[in-house]
């Protein structure tokens, strides 16, 4: 059972979420890149087969080597290197994720600025940057997806303006049905961009709600298991971890020890309930300082349980002497006649003793300890 405090919940577990979140996000990633390897083959592929297509049937306007370097081998050559770009950075492992993520995302815009100007004569190719936007959402990044949208609509432009690839292009400029086809896809991708944007919001903002539920169903969890007044694991979670060490627990190699307060009704009938509580918390302050070794419960009253895991007996008996020095020397300035001992019964589980002979036996060994009292017996 983890030891953890109340004010470290929210931020373990947002760290843990958030580990997850990263997970996904380069599961995705590794996706992302495997989609922009397939456009690119997938593009060599249909274009080989409209190249043929042409040549057969007699309708290529220019000679069949230019139409291969200028359609085909340069488009897929510069497709090709940056694919080989991709994949460096994917396998290196001096770029973070954060990186990889960029890089991917602008190399596909890249990819498709190629596909783009090599057959913009096409007006479905205004909308192949639509997917290069699409594949960021996931990553419910702001900045990576507006990055994207601004790349990919600056890539439109300056292939529109700036760069004539295709002989048989008309410009923008000189017919008014390629004008409105170029000013329709730049209002279509920049609205998209727009709803790609408001999709991450809306999906930041269920993760977040989600994130908080699942904070408060932890803490409602983990106060059904606390003692309210100590800050340590109660008498039901003591049961639940002692059923989850007889279950999973291969080797057995746990020792309990029962710790109880000596004369502890003597301090409640002398100093009042009031200081009895406030020992009962001192006496848990000073268990949870060796919270790396043991897991403390408070079983009831001032009785108490710790549970070691893979240590020995002389290492148990060890630390129970440490926490016992502890309690001898703590001081109560408004009651200077106030002094705390504590004794402790201690058994291990073996093959042949299960959990609950285990609590037996160190019920046993406590016994025996408070007949002197402020000592240790092992069962």
Known sequence: MKKIHNEDLDSMYIGSVQEEYTKIDGRWLRLHYKTSVGLVIFSFLVEFAMGM?????????????????????????????????????????????????????????????????????????????????????????????????????????????????????????????????????????????????????????????????????????????????????????????????????????HILAIVDIDKFKNINDTWGHHVGDRCLIEFAKILKEFNKNITAFRYGGDEFCLLFRGIDMENAKSICEEIQLKVNGLIFEDYPNLKLTASFGLAAISDEVDTVRLFIHADRALYEAKKTRNAIRVF
């Open 53 to 253: 297509l042409l040549i057969n049937s007699e309708m290529l306007t220019t000679t069949v080597n230019r139409f291969f370097w200028k359609f085909l081998i340069i488009p897929s050559g510069i497709n090709l290197i940056c694919i080989a770009l991709e994949m460096f950075i994917m396998k290196s492992k001096r770029f973070s994720q954060n990186y990889k993520i960029y890089s991917v995302s602008l190399i596909f815009v890249c990819i498709c600025f190629v596909l783009f100007t090599a057959h913009s004569t096409f007006v479905a190719t205004y909308y192949i940057f639509a997917i290069a936007i699409m594949l960021t959402t996931i990553y419910a990044n702001y900045r990576v997806t507006s990055i994207t949208a601004l790349t990919s609509i600056i890539a439109i432009v300056v292939s529109e303006l700036f760069v004539r690839w295709d002989v048989d292009k008309i410009s923008i400029f000189q017919n008014t049905h390629r004008l409105n086809d170029f000013m329709i896809a730049l209002f279509v991708l920049i609205t998209f961009s727009i709803v790609c944007m408001v999709a991450i919001r809306f999906e930041r903002e269920k993760n977040s709600a989600s994130i908080q539920k699942e904070i408060e169903r932890k803490q409602l969890q983990k106060s059904v298991h606390m003692d309210e007044m100590t800050g340590i694991y109660n008498r039901k979670a003591f049961h639940a971890e002692l059923k989850n060490v007889e279950d999973t627990t291969p080797d057995r190699h």
